[in-house]
């Protein structure tokens, strides 16, 4: 998903490293852009590491060198939430959040939908014979698609909560 629709945008804005890259920031760490540049198609991004682990220390610049600026953005997200509350988290929360976050059809509901209704329309077609299989197959897998769209939607509003919990817990407020 693109987020920018030109690398200009990015300059001085925080984001959130959502993808693996030899030789860049780790997932899950906060870069602040400093400059960038399209040459062609090519993107290349200069950054800094705002919030650091062991493995990167403050001040200290980066240059990465992107496709295009789908590639940036596959690469890093805005994430205004995990930037300001950054210290309240483990790289590990953070890591967990970014994968429920990045959840969608195509790779979460999908292949359960997929699955499962080969399951259900094996047995009902196979032990319930006739009309009745067809029905209670039809009716299955109807239940197994709401199913697995209300399983990603409450996943990433518990995420959601469980960040905020853990953000509040230092103010005192407690969210239910």
């Known amino acids: 998903m693109n987020y920018l629709l030109n690398i ?3 300059i ?3 984001f959130l490293v959502t993808k693996a890259m030899k030789g860049q920031a780790d997932i899950g760490t906060i870069i602040h852009v400093m400059d960038a540049e399209q040459q062609g198609q090519a993107v290349i991004v200069y950054y800094r590491v705002t919030r650091y682990n062991e493995k990167f220390h403050d001040y200290q ?3 990465a060198k992107f496709e295009n600026l789908a590639a940036f953005c596959k690469w890093a997200q805005p994430d205004n939430f995990i930037a300001r509350n950054y210290e309240c988290f483990s790289i590990r929360d953070i ?5 429920i976050k990045n959840r969608n059809f195509a790779s979460f509901c999908l292949p359960i939908i997929l699955i499962a209704a080969i399951i259900i329309w094996v047995v009902a077609l196979f032990v319930v014979k006739g009309i009745a299989g067809i029905i209670i197959g039809a009716v299955l897998t109807l239940v197994v698609i709401i199913g697995a769209f209300s399983l990603l939607k409450m996943q990433k509003k518990k995420e959601k909560m469980r960040l905020y919990r853990k953000v509040s817990a230092g103010w005192g407020v407690v969210f239910e």
């Open 95 to 99: 890591q967990h959040y970014i994968k």
């Open 12 to 14: 001085d804005r925080k």
């Open 8 to 10: 200009d945008e990015a």
């Open 61 to 63: 610049d980066y240059t």
